[in-house]
T-cell receptor, first 112, second 115 residues
Framework: SQQGEEDPQALSIQEGENATMNCSYK?????LQWYRQNSGRGLVHLILIRSNEREKHSGRLRVTLDTSKKSSSLLITASRAADTASYFC????????????FGKGTRLHILP | GAGVSQSPSNKVTEKGKDVELRCDPI?????LYWYRQRLGQGLEFLIYFQGNSAPDKSGLPSDRFSAERTGESVSTLTIQRTQQEDSAVYLC?????????????FGSGTRLTVV
């Protein structure tokens, strides 16, 4: 069963603008992760935020987590052409810490 | 090796034939996962191995699918009597596992096409 769901499904923005993607989930979690996928092959781990954290930064990435709303957001600042990819959130089930379930992803397209 | 290795990278097979996909995880990673991704879709969980524990097979879509892992090393995913709906990219990932285990490292996947 699907745990995380990203919004929007697709997003196109101009290079240099900020991109925001959202993820909602259904059950309590231990942590939430964001991944990037280029060209429909292997995923690259971007950032992990634990349930007791509210915000985390990594370079141009900023992730927030609101456990009361069961939602997370990924912000990419000063977007670049190379950021064009699909972005997935993944959550673990509270009772199964090592098994994570992915959403369907947001397809981000950076326009030159 | 430095990363998760999957083979073959591409596989075309005739409907009804069996296929075997291989995954070499990162050395020392106790947890290994298989996911399936159909074109334009998200990742569908198939099976998860953690150390010597019984695998979590809850995501396998039918009894035509099976997977094995030898200790904490190589895993093979076998699909018997392939059907056209089995066409997808099959992704393997490994992680250190355990409570609060970090992110997964994914292989580049095997693109399976059933004709």
């Amino acid at each position: 069963s699907q745990q995380g769901e990203e919004d929007p499904q697709a997003l196109s923005i101009q290079e240099g603008e900020n991109a925001t993607m959202n993820c909602s989930y259904k059950t309590s979690i231990n942590n939430l992760q964001w991944y990037r996928q280029n060209s429909g092959r292997g995923l690259v781990h971007l950032i992990l935020i634990r349930s007791n954290e509210r915000e985390k930064h990594s370079g141009r990435l900023r992730v927030t987590l609101d456990t009361s709303k069961k939602s997370s957001s990924l912000l990419i600042t000063a977007s670049r052409a190379a950021d064009t990819a699909s972005y997935f959130c993944a959550t673990d089930a509270h009772r199964s810490r090592d098994k994570i379930i992915f959403g369907k992803g947001t397809r981000l397209h950076i326009l030159p | 090796g430095a990363g998760v290795s999957q083979s073959p990278s591409n596989k075309v097979t005739e409907k009804g034939k069996d296929v075997e996909l291989r995954c070499d995880p990162i050395s020392g990673h106790t947890a290994l996962y298989w996911y399936r991704q159909r074109l334009g879709q998200g990742l569908e969980f198939l099976i998860y191995f953690q150390g010597n524990s019984a695998p979590d097979k809850s995501g396998l879509p039918s009894d035509r699918f099976s997977a094995e892992r030898t200790g904490e090393s190589v895993s093979t995913l076998t699909i018997q009597r392939t059907q056209q709906e089995d066409s997808a990219v099959y992704l393997c990932a490994s992680s250190l596992g355990g409570p609060g285990g970090g992110g997964y490292t994914f292989g580049s996947g095997t693109r399976l096409t059933v004709v």
